[in-house]
């Protein structure tokens, strides 16, 4: 039976740790979904809730994170050079470590990976793919993949995206991402493919081509970054498509904010109400959130921990606090170069205690991310931290900013903006003419000033509007279709 083999594979999960799953089975379960769909139409009534996995029951939540930890770091003070001095360092020991203690060692930070990256392949694991982040802060990092890691990931996502029916074999995807992000691109091909759906890698070429490519093969699943959405959006706008056109049932974005204005706006364009803004990211792969019906983020807590911690003190964020997001992905969903208490310095609130009432109640959540600790405006002539200080035009998120600007009716998608804490503690806006055009300055400040958001407008040219707040849209690829020969 289907379900056994589920329910045993939770078991698994939870009881053996300690060794590499075996890919083998999970395709063998991703086989017998697929079956199971056609013979009866549904994969059964409570699977879905199975494939969630134990750490959904907060009763053993607790236990299960505590020896999830320890087991990862146990693994990471052997195998990982840098893991091995940062433990000894801190004279943390891996068997004692708890949710409560973890504290005491210290975080992984981006520039960690950048000075040493061969410091992080664990011995006896054997590189096979590298993929590179692609984020607008800084140089990027190169992390590398395992054939255990590569093959293991996407098996993982077929069979959750099977049981809660959001992949199968009707479906077909495009998937507009940067080639650099070569982990997301080969997982959306290995699911694809293990869930016999067709996968369509168009890239991040200009927008009128892979609306071409939409408008020819009539993919059911959309894949990119909010920026290119907008491009994509704007484009369909120029040529007159809309909804008749599309066959899409979902949109999945991530990397970067999705404000409520351009959700909308992709809803109205595409003629599907599923656009949904996701939680990836190469560094801590393969751990990743899904938003829900009620806008929270839920991280999948069956694969790392995840900790919020309080951009005022460094410490566990209280309820309504503004803190980074901390990610452990656990051994033995990562293998070859992990990282462990690592800052995504991805921004989010945590939630009043209290039920969720959302469609993932059964799973802790925070706010969406709110932008990168980095895009918190900072004075211009102090360059301190605003952070957690002052007024609220200081501790205005990249969401607060993105949400406010995309919901003008100049519609500037994607948003370009620059933002600093003047000298009197008001927030400084440099905004592209296109922004205000023919709506005005002033009702811009007032838009603005309606959301909270008290600031002192500075306008500049069109031409200097990517350089104001770079986007993964930038990173778009040239192609030979648009040269004249
Ligand atoms: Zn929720």
Not at 3 to 30: D, F, H, I, Y
Not at 40 to 65: I, K, N
Not at 139 to 162: D, K, N
Not at 340 to 368: N, Q
Request: charged content about 20%.
């Amino acid at each position: 039976m289907f379900e056994t083999g589920v329910r045993q594979l939770r078991l698994a999960l939870a009881m053996v740790w300690g060794r590499p799953l075996n890919v083998g089975v999970l395709t063998g379960l991703v086989d017998d979904a697929l079956a199971t769909l056609r013979e009866f139409g549904e994969p059964g009534d409570d699977v879905g809730q199975l494939v969630d996995g134990p750490f959904a029951d907060p009763t053993v939540r607790r236990d299960l994170t505590e020896r999830a930890l320890r087991r990862t770091a146990r693994r990471l003070v052997n195998v990982s050079p840098f893991y091995a001095q940062r433990f000894a360092a801190a004279g943390v020991d891996p068997r004692r470590l708890t949710v409560d203690n973890l504290g005491e060692l210290p975080l992984t930070v981006k520039a960690d990976l950048v000075a040493e990256p061969r410091a992080f392949l664990c011995a006896g694991s054997t590189p096979v793919i590298s993929t590179r982040t692609t984020g607008s802060t800084g140089a990027p990092v190169e992390i590398w993949l395992s054939r255990y890691e590569a093959s293991m990931w996407p098996a993982f996502a077929a069979l959750s995206g099977i049981l809660r029916g959001e992949i199968g074999p009707t479906d077909a995807m495009q998937v507009c991402l940067s080639s650099r992000a070569t982990a997301a691109v080969q997982q959306d091909v290995g699911v694809c493919r293990l869930a016999g759906a067709r996968a369509d890698v168009v890239g991040l070429v200009p927008p009128d081509e892979a609306l071409d490519a939409m408008l020819h093969g009539k993919p059911t699943i959309l894949a990119t970054y909010p920026s290119y959405l907008a491009l994509l959006i704007k484009a369909a706008a120029r040529r007159g498509v809309g909804p008749a056109e599309f066959r899409l049932r979902r949109v999945d974005t991530g990397g970067e904010v999705l404000s409520t204005a351009l959700a909308a706006a992709a809803r109205e364009t595409f003629g599907t109400p599923n656009i949904n803004d996701t939680f990836a990211m190469t560094e801590v792969l393969p751990v990743t959130g899904r938003s829900c019906n009620l806008g929270h983020l839920h991280h999948d807590l069956n694969t790392g921990h995840v900790e919020v911690l309080s951009v005022a003190t460094g410490e566990p964020a209280t309820a309504g606090e503004l803190g980074t997001v901390v990610i452990t992905p656990y051994y033995p969903y990562r293998e070859c170069m992990p990282v462990f208490r690592y800052d995504t310095r991805d921004l989010v609130r945590v939630l009043p205690d209290g039920p969720l009432g959302c469609d993932l109640a059964g799973t802790p959540a925070t706010s969406l991310i709110l932008g990168k600790f980095e895009g918190l405006p900072r004075g211009a002539a102090t360059g301190g931290r605003a952070a957690g200080a002052g007024s609220r035009a200081a501790g205005a998120t990249t969401r607060d900013l993105v949400e406010a600007l995309e919901a003008l009716p100049t519609r500037p998608w994607p948003a370009r903006f620059r933002a600093e804490v003047l000298d009197d503690g008001r927030l400084g806006l440099t905004l592209p003419h296109s922004t205000v055009d023919g709506f005005g300055a002033d009702a811009v400040t007032t838009h603005l000033a309606d959301r909270g958001l008290d600031v002192e407008l500075r306008i500049v040219a069109d031409d200097e509007a990517t350089a104001l707040r770079a986007v993964r849209a930038d990173l778009i690829e040239s192609t030979f279709t648009t040269r004249a020969y």
